[in-house]
């Protein structure tokens, strides 16, 4: 019994000191150890495609989109690092919602607005879903029409996302968004619900922070950046078509914008557990 505590008492110190002379090392376990698995967290995914994308796509002298969401927040911060340092100069930033301003502002990145400056090299957003044809989902975030509006004006519009947003369908992985003027909002979503290519769906009035997708935080009605209502769209079932559904909400009187990127993306970059990838149309 003594010999063989002597044994277990050698093999602990081995282990916490494998460097220690006149041990015989287990060589399988010293293996094993040598290759710790190192997951990263959705953070650490969505940072690496946000400082990819800037990395990648954003010139000196460049014109750009900022988006918005836990996810494009890592792309302006990249885009205010690369500015501090010099390595990027002359930048000019396009920001799609109130949150991403005040960021971009905090970071001494030179903001201005559509109004003043109509055509974008490139934009950077995140998504909420994404189908293998490259159409998203976006406006977990309530910063659906100001994103839209801001990114259709880019010559590239650039999709960061980690591999949890991929789908086989958009519809049941996360809810279409739907903004809405507050006037007569039941009677609109009514009207949304009961749109042909959107058969199925359970609309529903997002409650609460305009910024915390569909989960319910409060009692009063969502309130987005521009003072209008949204109504999230469950599906049980992959939307057949897409492309159809937005026309169809685009042309719903009371519905202000829809949260269907439909043919927009130029790449889209992909953070995994086994690296980044990218996937263009």
Known sequence: QRRAMLFVLTAVAIALNPAAKGFRLNRSALHTASKPQVTMNQDELKKQVGYKAVD????????????TGSTA?????????????????????IPTSIRTKE?????????????THSELDVAIDGADAVDPKLNLVKGGGGALLREKMVEVCAKQF???VDESKLCDGLGPSFPLPVEITPFCHEHTLRKVAALPAAKGCEAKLR???AATGSTV?????AVTDNGNYIVDLFFKKTIDDPVALADQLKATVGV????LFCDMTAACIIAGSDGISVKKP
């Open 207 to 209: 409650l609460g922070s």
């Open 103 to 115: 960021q971009a502002e905090s970071l001494g990145i030179p903001l201005a607005t559509l109004d």
């Open 158 to 160: 650039i999709c960061i």
């Open 56 to 67: 990648d796509y954003i010139k000196s002298g460049m014109v750009i989109g900022l988006g």
């Open 217 to 221: 935080d409060g009692d009063e009605p």
């Open 256 to 259: 202000v914008d829809h949260g």
């Open 73 to 93: 927040a890592f792309a302006v911060e990249r885009v205010g690092e690369l500015l501090k340092s010099g390595e990027l100069k002359d930048i000019i930033a």
